[in-house]
């Protein structure tokens, strides 16, 4: 029959609509009716148009599956018929007279089931915006089976891994068994030891291949990747007292991430922002991180060679097996413990008690048990328990102690905790005094007592020197101190600023808990809290404690209220009650740079563009401070971990508790240096001169730090350059320069090398010795956008060729590697 399609286009459409309604439905409807089906290239669309459910074929494969996909079938999430694939193109999904969501052939075989047992006479299933396919029971409107509760290979926000402690239920996340099957594979995970819970990775089920070590309320304490900050939103709740259940989520709903354990039981992490996609991280392990590569009592370091050995007071148990590397059978304690003594009749030593040894930043073993003890009783009572091998104690946990072989040790070179194990009292002879060992050797005993004898006699003079000094200042030192407070207080005008009640802000912290905790430094803690009205916030505390408080505190009110710039972290209000001074912030998701570009997983997701993007924000934030602001701004602490990064790695500067305002002098002088190691100019750091010169120099640390990925301190020990500026001038003097570019960037940007290095070049100018020589930060910003094409030869650069030269130091400091970066230093001395 020939149709007429001019004469009959509006019956057409209505046909066509009918026929649409008659064979299942539309892709654009998120809800699937019993009286509905889908088939072919039809689809369920959640209400937003992000998630689909329909059939598709993997690559490399013959074989259909129902499946949800997020954005594109690339990024699959759930499969339903994982097991059972359709062999042809037939197959069709629909709610069956039972109420079960049901995926039946061509022969009207049932291939897959929702298989619920609660039957109802009407159902619908509807695909959420979480991506979560749920059936309900039309008549009640009770939830009959939703996807979430049978996940496949993949997580997303809010989606739960979960283990029940009475009927040992478990949701575990199961791997396709390759790239082009997605049936179930050879690796699993799933939530395990639910007292201090950890989550494992299991081989076939059966054998572990890696678990993350106990939760603290904020993190793993066995992965250190989570104390980077990044794999941040990971929380740990609880159903009743017989479910526990672990899932993430992120600060900000436009923020979107898939965790997916692949066929080589590696973990991948993709980040979308507005459905964009934006990174992609893969988690693979190392050897240390497999489970028990050391076998019982062997601890694995990956710096060391060999990298296992035994703990000590234990040897190989099998040493033939371990020259050979061979570790399985791990190691055999030496001396017998003083229970195990007496049991066997031996009055050896005395009857002396066993002792620890504290092993720092480790992983603890497996089989931890709990104990509800404070701190200082946790090693006491694992002493009087004959049975206990060793004990930690974190904050977040409590008492750990151990009572099976000590397996799955790894020495870590940050993070961990401090494990302490037990050992006779002889084995401390060979040890002597080593980390952790409360007591002296035995023959040491006698000199401690006839040294304390004169000890004692000075330390009576001294204290009674000292007590009289005190007194005599204290008039006079409480006077200057309640004088500067008040004059602090005074200019700092807090009804400009909204102020929030403490009741507020503990509630939104859960008191102030230590899961909410983003960090800590010399001011005090740093939480993150949730508002009444869904907003994040972080919260920064001032620790009674802390003796550099208060005039920073006020200090930064009086600032950071009066700033108002995209590429300045918002202030939102304080809170004052009593002795209780808070600082509420805008919450930054992704925490701070140097989290990023000093990590050597982090700094992969930083490519050139987003790096560039990052330096001209942090470039505009200045120009603000020093040009454009009702106040002229010097920062005097301008470095990598006070530059926040927002959900879309926009830069924010941060801490303003060391800023100062200026009038516009070439150079201010101050007794009082404060600020970082590392950033501060030569001018400020030796004479206490500052302008916004000091900020420039600081400003071109950091974008050497961006682009090398190195920190500026991480030469201290290298014999030829103190710092990374020191090291990348001879790069710039032999030629050489490009080899400063971070691999990471330097491999996948052949077409922006030149804007690497002119870069580099405008760093170089920043940091020059004289300050008068550095440009401002209007002509840097100039240059960096190429409004300035010729730039001009750097002249020397400020850095120190030795250490010992400097006189800023003190030799205690000398011995910190690497930790200057990190502390903020009040209270040198300039000449």
Same mark, same amino acid.
């Given at each position: 029959?020939?149709?007429?399609?001019?004469?009959?286009?509006?019956?057409?459409?209505?046909?066509?609509?009918?026929?649409?309604?008659?064979? =299942?439905?539309?892709?654009?409807?998120?809800?699937?009716?019993?009286?509905?089906?889908?088939? =072919?290239?039809?689809?369920?669309?959640?209400?937003?148009?992000?998630?689909?459910?329909?059939?598709?074929?993997?690559?490399?494969?013959?074989?259909?599956?129902?499946?949800?996909?997020? #954005?594109?079938?690339?990024?699959?999430?759930?499969?339903? +018929?994982?097991?059972?694939?359709?062999?042809?193109?037939?197959?069709?999904?629909?709610?069956? %007279?039972?109420?079960?969501?049901? #995926?039946?052939?061509?022969?009207? /075989?049932?291939?897959?089931?929702? +298989?619920?047992?609660?039957?109802?006479?009407?159902? /619908?299933?509807?695909?959420?915006?979480? !991506?979560?396919?749920?059936?309900?029971?039309?008549?009640?409107?009770?939830?009959?089976?939703?996807?979430?509760?049978?996940?496949?290979?993949?997580?997303?926000?809010?989606?739960?891994? &979960?283990?029940? *402690?009475?009927?040992?239920?478990?949701?575990?996340?199961?791997?396709?068994?390759?790239?082009?099957?997605?049936?179930?594979?050879?690796?699993?995970?799933? #939530?395990?030891?639910?007292?201090?819970?950890?989550?494992?990775?299991?081989?076939?089920?059966?054998?572990?291949?890696?678990? /993350?070590?106990?939760?603290?309320?904020?993190?793993?304490?066995?992965?250190?990747?989570? &104390?980077? !900050?990044?794999?941040?939103?990971?929380?740990?709740?609880?159903?009743?007292?017989?479910?526990?259940?672990?899932?993430?989520?992120?600060?900000?709903?436009?923020?979107?991430?898939?965790?997916?354990?692949?066929?080589? =039981? %590696?973990?991948?992490?993709?980040?979308?922002?507005?459905?964009?996609?934006?990174?992609?991280?893969?988690?693979?392990?190392?050897?240390?991180?497999?489970?028990?590569?050391?076998?019982?009592?062997?601890?694995?370091?990956?710096?060391?060679?060999?990298?296992?050995?035994?703990?000590?007071?234990?040897?190989?148990?099998?040493?033939?097996?371990?020259?050979?590397?061979?570790?399985?059978?791990?190691?055999?304690?030496?001396?017998?413990?003083?229970?195990?003594?007496?049991?066997?009749?031996?009055?050896?030593?005395?009857? *002396?008690?066993?002792?620890?040894?504290?092993?720092?930043?480790?992983?603890?073993?497996?089989?931890?048990?709990?104990?509800?003890?404070?701190?200082?009783?946790?090693?006491?009572?694992?002493?009087?328990?004959?049975?206990?091998?060793?004990?930690?104690?974190?904050?977040?946990?409590?008492?750990?102690?151990?009572?099976?072989?000590?397996?799955? #040790?790894?020495?870590?070179?940050?993070?961990?905790?401090?494990?302490?194990?037990?050992?006779?009292?002889?084995?401390?002879?060979?040890?002597?005094?080593?980390?952790?060992?409360?007591?002296?050797?035995?023959?040491?005993?006698?000199?401690?007592?006839?040294?304390?004898?004169?000890?004692?006699?000075?330390?009576?003079?001294?204290?009674?020197?000292?007590?009289?000094?005190?007194?005599?200042?204290?008039?006079?030192?409480?006077?200057?101190?309640?004088?500067?407070?008040?004059?602090?207080?005074?200019?700092?005008?807090?009804?400009?600023?909204?102020?929030?009640?403490?009741?507020?802000?503990?509630?939104?912290?859960?008191?102030?808990?230590?899961?909410? /905790?983003?960090?800590?430094?010399?001011?005090?803690?740093?939480?993150?809290?949730?508002?009444?009205?869904?907003?994040?916030?972080?919260?920064? *505390?001032?620790?009674?404690?802390?003796?550099? !408080?208060?005039?920073?505190?006020?200090?930064?009110?009086?600032?950071?209220?009066?700033?108002?710039?995209?590429?300045?972290?918002?202030?939102?209000?304080?809170?004052?009650?009593?002795?209780?001074?808070?600082?509420?912030?805008?919450?930054?998701?992704?925490?701070?740079?140097?989290?990023?570009?000093?990590?050597?997983?982090?700094?992969?997701?930083?490519?050139?563009?987003?790096?560039?993007?990052?330096?001209?924000?942090?470039?505009?934030?200045?120009?603000?401070?020093?040009?454009?602001?009702?106040?002229?701004?010097?920062?005097?602490?301008?470095?990598?971990?006070?530059?926040?990064?927002?959900?879309?790695?926009?830069?924010?500067?941060?801490?303003?508790?060391?800023?100062?305002?200026?009038?516009?002098?070439?150079?201010?002088?101050?007794?009082?240096?404060?600020?970082?190691? =590392?950033?501060?100019?030569?001018?400020?750091?030796?004479?206490?001169?500052?302008?916004?010169?000091?900020?420039?120099?600081?400003?071109?640390?950091?974008?050497?730090?961006?682009?090398?990925?190195?920190?500026?301190? &991480?030469?201290?020990?290298?014999?030829?350059?103190?710092?990374?500026?020191?090291?990348?001038?001879?790069?710039?003097?032999?030629?050489?320069?490009?080899?400063?570019?971070?691999?990471?960037?330097?491999?996948?940007? &052949?077409?922006?090398?030149?804007?690497?290095? *002119?870069?580099?070049?405008?760093?170089?100018?920043?940091?020059?010795?004289?300050?008068?020589?550095?440009?401002?930060?209007?002509?840097?910003?100039?240059?960096?956008?190429?409004?300035?094409?010729?730039?001009?030869?750097?002249?020397?650069?400020?850095?120190?060729?030795?250490?010992?030269?400097?006189?800023?130091?003190?030799?205690?400091?000398?011995?910190?590697?690497?930790?200057?970066?990190?502390?903020?230093?009040?209270?040198?001395?300039?000449?």
């Amino acid at each position: 029959m020939t149709v007429n399609i001019m004469g009959w286009g509006s019956h057409a459409c209505l046909l066509n609509a009918l026929l649409i309604s008659l064979l =299942g439905l539309t892709s654009a409807g998120d809800t699937l009716t019993s009286s509905q089906s889908i088939t =072919g290239s039809q689809t369920l669309t959640s209400n937003d148009s992000v998630f689909k459910l329909g059939f598709f074929t993997p690559q490399n494969s013959t074989h259909r599956y129902v499946g949800i996909w997020y #954005l594109n079938q690339s990024n699959l999430v759930w499969i339903a +018929n994982r097991d059972q694939p359709l062999l042809d193109s037939s197959g069709v999904l629909t709610i069956s %007279k039972d109420g079960n969501l049901v #995926l039946v052939d061509a022969k009207k /075989t049932v291939l897959w089931s929702s +298989n619920v047992s609660n039957t109802a006479t009407t159902a /619908t299933a509807q695909l959420q915006r979480s !991506g979560n396919l749920v059936l309900k029971d039309d008549s009640t409107g009770q939830t009959l089976w939703e996807s979430f509760k049978h996940p496949c290979d993949a997580a997303v926000p809010t989606m739960r891994i &979960s283990a029940n *402690r009475v009927t040992g239920e478990k949701l575990r996340f199961v791997s396709w068994k390759t790239a082009s099957d997605p049936s179930s594979g050879y690796y699993s995970a799933s #939530l395990e030891r639910l007292d201090a819970p950890e989550v494992f990775l299991w081989v076939n089920g059966t054998r572990p291949y890696w678990r /993350t070590g106990p939760w603290n309320g904020r993190i793993f304490i066995g992965t250190p990747l989570m &104390s980077t !900050g990044y794999l941040y939103g990971w929380n740990v709740g609880y159903e009743g007292e017989e479910t526990v259940y672990l899932t993430y989520s992120f600060a900000d709903p436009s923020s979107f991430g898939i965790l997916t354990l692949t066929p080589q =039981g %590696k973990l991948k992490l993709l980040r979308y922002y507005n459905n964009k996609y934006v990174l992609k991280m893969d988690l693979g392990f190392s050897v240390c991180d497999a489970y028990g590569t050391c076998g019982a009592f062997g601890t694995c370091n990956e710096k060391s060679s060999p990298i296992c050995s035994c703990l000590s007071g234990y040897e190989p148990r099998n040493g033939e097996e371990w020259s050979r590397k061979n570790w399985s059978s791990g190691c055999v304690r030496k001396v017998a413990l003083k229970c195990e003594r007496l049991k066997n009749g031996s009055q050896s030593e005395g009857g *002396r008690e066993d002792e620890f040894l504290k092993l720092g930043t480790m992983k603890v073993p497996d089989f931890a048990q709990r104990l509800d003890v404070e701190e200082d009783k946790c090693g006491t009572q694992c002493l009087q328990n004959c049975s206990c091998l060793a004990y930690a104690y974190d904050a977040g946990i409590g008492c750990l102690y151990w009572t099976e072989d000590l397996i799955d #040790l790894q020495k870590f070179e940050t993070a961990g905790v401090d494990l302490y194990i037990r050992l006779a009292y002889s084995e401390f002879q060979s040890i002597g005094d080593a980390p952790g060992h409360a007591n002296k050797r035995g023959k040491r005993l006698i000199i401690g007592i006839t040294v304390a004898t004169a000890g004692t006699i000075i330390f009576v003079i001294c204290a009674y020197l000292a007590i009289r000094t005190f007194h005599l200042r204290k008039g006079n030192a409480t006077h200057s101190e309640n004088q500067r407070v008040t004059d602090v207080q005074k200019p700092a005008k807090l009804d400009e600023l909204p102020l929030f009640d403490f009741k507020v802000v503990a509630n939104a912290t859960n008191d102030f808990h230590l899961a909410n /905790t983003l960090g800590k430094g010399g001011f005090g803690p740093v939480y993150k809290g949730l508002l009444p009205d869904g907003q994040e916030i972080a919260v920064k *505390r001032l620790s009674k404690a802390s003796g550099q !408080g208060v005039e920073e505190f006020m200090n930064e009110v009086v600032v950071i209220s009066k700033l108002q710039h995209r590429n300045l972290v918002k202030l939102l209000g304080c809170c004052i009650e009593g002795d209780e001074k808070m600082l509420i912030y805008e919450f930054m998701p992704n925490k701070s740079l140097d989290a990023f570009i000093f990590d050597p997983l982090q700094r992969k997701l930083l490519d050139w563009k987003k790096r560039f993007n990052i330096i001209e924000g942090i470039a505009r934030g200045l120009l603000y401070l020093h040009r454009d602001s009702r106040l002229k701004i010097i920062h005097r602490d301008l470095k990598a971990s006070n530059i926040l990064l927002d959900a879309e790695m926009n830069p924010k500067i941060s801490d303003f508790g060391l800023a100062r305002i200026y009038k516009g002098e070439d150079e201010i002088n101050t007794k009082r240096v404060v600020g970082t190691y =590392g950033y501060m100019s030569p001018e400020y750091a030796m004479e206490g001169l500052f302008s916004e010169k000091s900020d420039v120099y600081s400003f071109g640390v950091l974008l050497l730090e961006i682009i090398s990925g190195k920190r500026n301190t &991480s030469f201290r020990n290298d014999d030829q350059s103190l710092s990374l500026i020191g090291y990348a001038w001879n790069l710039w003097n032999e030629g050489s320069i490009r080899s400063l570019v971070d691999p990471e960037i330097s491999a996948s940007v &052949s077409d922006s090398e030149d804007h690497i290095l *002119r870069c580099i070049h405008i760093g170089f100018l920043c940091v020059q010795e004289v300050a008068k020589t550095r440009p401002t930060m209007t002509t840097v910003l100039s240059m960096l956008n190429s409004e300035i094409s010729h730039l001009p030869t750097p002249r020397q650069v400020a850095f120190v060729q030795k250490y010992h030269s400097s006189s800023l130091e003190s030799s205690s400091q000398e011995n910190q590697c690497n930790s200057n970066n990190h502390v903020t230093l009040t209270e040198i001395r300039g000449r």
